[in-house]
Structure formats: structure tokens, C-alpha cells
């Protein structure tokens, strides 16, 4: 079946240093999300990439979609502590559910 | 943004009781809720989707005479724990299917629901 997988599984980084966490499915994608979930909340959507190649922005965050659209990334750049979080990819082939990345769980130390 | 809400947000039961979790769409129509579950530090597992006015399609694995989903309406879906046993013990979440666009999107989360059996 289709598998989402993502890594790293930890990243530790210092304040201001760059972070990027990858996502790449055994399938083809019609779409992949990103959510963001703290410790004890839930996620929280971020943002769908949809078209191959596709790159967005937000703020400090770049989230990219690869031409086969099979990969995906998020980098976040000049980490801040309340960048703090399991960073999850979610992608769905057509007509199916999403099916989640096992997340990456960032810390960050000031 | 559309707004799910999930009721409880945690709950401690005995162990061969039943919990209901309710999950409500509450400015927006979901035709379509899904219900995932998440154990500590690990990722989000589907565990049915929930199609208003027909039964749930579960995901394999998942028991559907233990975890009971009914979609009576466009803006409630819930999910009982029949026969709960502490190995159900997990956070469970719903969420919604929005139509954006040209494209579905399950964007919309409710708060979870953290249950505990004793």
C-alpha cells in the first residue's frame, strides 16, 4: 500500500540555524500537506502543495513539491523556539485519504 | 478558517465501559469526516472515514464493532469505544473534508480527545 515516509524522525538545532525535514511516498501524489502539531495539541495545517515543482512560502518557512510529485520538503530558516514542534507530512493519491508521515520532531535551544 | 470541534477533549473511563467522542463541523458542511489515532510520540493512523448517511469505511485492522462511527447529520460525526480496554488508552482526532478549490483537503483538525482506560 501506499507508505509516506519522513525524515529526519529528531532534529535538534541551535536558535537561528536552518532546519529542513523531508517527505517522500512510494506513489504518486495528487496533493501532500504539511501540518504542525505541539506537544499535547493537534495539528495544525500549515499548507497543501498541489502542482509538480510547486515552491511556497511562508514567512520563514519554504515548502517545496517535487516534479515527480512523489517528494516533498519544509525548511525552515533562522529556527526560533517557538518553531518547536512534530512537523508532519500528509499525502494522498487520488481519491484516497491522507496518509500521514511519521513527523519529524524539531527542538530548538536558544 | 472552518472550525471542528471536538468534545471531550479527555476522558478517563473503567475498563469494559464505552466512551462517545463527538466531532461537530461548526460553520461549514463536512460530507466527510475522518477519525485518526495517535499514540504518544508516534504518527497519525487512519482509522475510518465517515461519509454523512452511510456507514464508515474502516481502515484495515481496525474493528469496526469496537470503534462505532455514525454520521447522522452534515456537521456531526461521532466515534464510541464500545468494551474500552486500557490498551485503547490513545489520543484520537477527527477532521474534516473541505472542498478548496479543485482539490479535497482534510485541513481542518478538531482538538483531539485524550482517553484514558483504567
Known amino acids: 500500500g501506499q507508505q509516506v515516509m519522513q525524515i529526519p524522525q529528531y532534529q535538534h538545532v541551535q536558535e537561528g540555524e536552518d532546519f529542513t525535514t523531508y517527505c517522500n511516498s512510494s506513489t504518486t501524489l495528487s496533493n501532500i500537506q504539511w501540518y504542525k502539531q505541539r506537544p499535547g495539541g493537534h495539528p495544525v495545517f500549515l499548507i497543501q502543495l498541489v502542482k509538480s515543482g510547486e515552491v511556497k512560502k511562508q514567512k520563514r518557512l519554504t515548502f517545496q513539491f517535487g516534479e515527480a510529485k512523489k517528494n516533498s520538503s519544509l525548511h525552515i530558516t533562522a529556527t526560533q523556539t517557538t518553531d518547536v514542534g512534530t512537523y508532519f507530512c500528509?499525502?494522498?493519491?487520488?481519491?484516497?485519504?491522507?496518509?500521514f508521515g511519521k513527523g519529524t520532531t524539531l527542538s530548538v535551544s536558544s | 478558517g472552518a472550525v471542528v470541534s471536538q468534545h471531550p477533549s479527555w476522558v478517563i473511563c473503567k475498563s469494559g465501559t464505552s466512551v462517545k467522542i463527538e466531532c461537530r463541523s461548526l460553520?461549514?458542511?463536512?460530507?466527510?469526516m475522518f477519525w485518526y489515532r495517535q499514540f504518544p510520540k508516534q504518527s497519525l493512523m487512519l482509522m475510518a472515514t465517515s461519509n454523512e448517511g452511510s456507514k464508515a469505511t474502516y481502515e484495515q485492522g481496525v474493528e469496526k464493532d469496537k470503534f462505532l462511527i455514525n454520521h447522522a447529520s452534515l456537521t456531526l460525526s461521532t466515534l464510541t469505544v464500545t468494551s474500552a480496554h486500557p490498551e485503547d488508552s490513545s489520543f484520537y482526532i477527527c477532521?474534516?473534508?473541505?472542498?478548496?478549490?479543485?482539490?479535497?483537503?482534510?485541513?481542518?483538525f478538531g482538538q483531539g480527545t485524550r482517553l484514558t482506560v483504567v
Open positions: 500528509a499525502g494522498r493519491q487520488a481519491g484516497t485519504a491522507l496518509i
Open positions: 460553520d461549514f458542511q463536512a460530507t466527510t
Open positions: 477532521s474534516a473534508r473541505v472542498f478548496s478549490g479543485t482539490v479535497n483537503t482534510e485541513a481542518f
